[in-house]
């Protein structure tokens, strides 16, 4: 099974260090229902988890969170996304 989840970039920041991803369509929500009264749970919320990690890997810090959610009623997803800094090579304590 082949998922085509491309992300849309867009909304850029006037400061050039936050952007919007936008889905059409989110296979972790393809087969969910939230009930009404679950308040601010963000079934999705691994998504923002994964840039964040990924761009740790690459150096980057950077926060992540939902603007909209199709399971909230939205028409997209949208995932905001706000560079804070560039992390800096450590070496793990202990491995001198």
Known sequence: ???NIQPTISNWAATGDEF???FETN???EFVELPSDIGNLR???ILCG???GA???VQLEVQSWFA???LKGDANTEIRVKF?????????????
């Not at 804070?84 to 001198?96: C, K, N, S, T």
């Open 1 to 3: 099974m082949y998922l």
């Open 20 to 22: 919007s991803l936008i």
């Open 27 to 29: 296979p972790l929500a």
């Open 43 to 45: 079934y999705s919320a």
């Open 50 to 52: 994964c840039i964040r």
């Open 55 to 57: 761009l740790e890997m």
């Open 68 to 70: 909209q959610d199709h």
């Open 84 to 96: 804070i800094r560039r992390l800096e090579d450590a070496i793990p304590a202990g491995e001198d």
